[in-house]
């Protein structure tokens, strides 16, 4: 009798292994990475969302959104690289540092939107214009990959120039949080 249990218990691993082997690889795989031609991007306008650039009293939020517009579910994971183009000439191009939150991987369905959250330290009109940044454009490359986006700044407003610091007051967050 054991050697019965033994050969249905065998037969039995056989066509379950067999099964497994004969699955297609892309069917377990599931979505791959969202890619720059998947996308579009905007900044988040709602009135809930718009930063507070008018204010020097603290720091506050401006969102960019990502919305799948592929024909296939694809993921999302990791920080956005951003580089926001200054309106003056003493400006240049300054590249956003990350926050310490730890990326998650969003997944998208065709349609779906994920932003990512961007933190400004606006400073007073009057501050010399040395000491601030007053942003034109958003360059806005989603997580690994190599082409971007490019955002006209909606908000006006100026921001403490901290290009150089170590731990800045203008910095992202990664893809969905």
């Known amino acids: 009798m054991n050697s019965k249990l033994t050969a249905v218990a065998l037969a039995a691993v056989v066509v379950a292994g067999a099964a497994v082997t004969a699955a297609p690889a892309s069917a377990a795989a599931g979505p791959t990475r969202c890619h720059t031609a998947d996308l579009?991007?905007?900044?988040?306008?709602?009135?809930?969302?718009?930063?507070?650039?008018?204010?020097?009293?603290?720091?506050?939020?401006?969102?960019?959104?990502?919305?799948?517009r592929s024909e296939r579910t694809c993921t999302l994971s990791g920080?956005?690289?951003?580089?926001?183009?200054?309106?003056?000439?003493?400006?240049?191009?300054?590249?956003?540092?990350?926050?310490?939150?730890?990326?998650?991987?969003?997944t998208l369905e065709q349609g779906d939107t994920v932003d990512f959250g961007i933190t400004l330290l606006p400073v007073a009109a009057s501050t010399p214009q040395t000491e601030k940044f007053v942003p034109s454009k958003f360059l806005v490359t989603p997580p690994n990959e190599t082409a971007h986006f490019t955002l006209q700044w909606p908000f006006g407003g100026q921001i403490l120039k901290q290009d150089g610091a170590t731990h800045p007051a203008t910095y992202l967050d990664p893809v969905g949080l």
């Open 40 to 68: 579009k991007a905007g900044f988040a306008l709602g009135d809930d969302a718009k930063p507070e650039m008018g204010q020097s009293e603290k720091q506050t939020r401006a969102y960019v959104w990502f919305t799948n």
């Open 79 to 106: 920080f956005a690289g951003v580089d926001m183009v200054g309106a003056q000439k003493t400006d240049g191009t300054w590249s956003l540092v990350r926050s310490s939150k730890k990326p998650v991987t969003m």
